[in-house]
């Protein structure tokens, strides 16, 4: 059984930076895929970042295209995502998600993925 948990969200002040982690457990990452999602209040759970393990792809929607970047640790089972130049829009419950890395799927869809963290607030605000 995969489980994945977040950590790294926080308050920050618009034009500055945070990190989120997302630490895989009952799998290697070179199986799986892992996205980012987030869900602010009252809307829709939106992609935001996807990297494939298997084939080494990354993915990102536009609304943070250029801004956020998404990596792993050298052998290891963390993710990142690096998230600068935040805006009061990036303001969410910011999600991890895994799913098998094999097979054809839609990254930017929350149904796809199997198995979900317990979110953590990212809140950008002066």
């Known amino acids: 059984q995969v489980q994945v948990v977040e950590s790294g969200g926080g308050l920050v002040q618009p034009g500055g930076s945070l990190t989120l982690s997302c630490v895989a457990s009952g799998s290697t990452l070179d199986h799986l895929a892992i996205g980012w999602f987030r869900q602010a209040p009252g809307q829709e759970r939106e992609a935001v970042s996807s990297?494939?393990?298997?084939?080494?792809?990354?993915y990102y929607s536009d609304s943070v295209k250029g801004r956020f970047t998404v990596s792993r640790d050298n052998f290891g089972n963390t993710v990142f995502l690096q998230m600068n130049n935040l805006k009061p829009e990036d303001t969410a419950v910011y999600y991890c998600?895994?799913?098998?890395?094999?097979?054809?799927?839609?990254?930017?869809?929350?149904?796809?993925?199997?198995?979900w963290g317990q979110g953590t607030q990212v809140t950008v605000s002066s």
């Open positions: 998600a895994a799913r098998d890395a094999g097979g054809p799927y839609l990254w930017g869809i929350p149904v796809e993925y199997d198995y």
């Open positions: 990297i494939n393990f298997s084939n080494g792809g990354t």
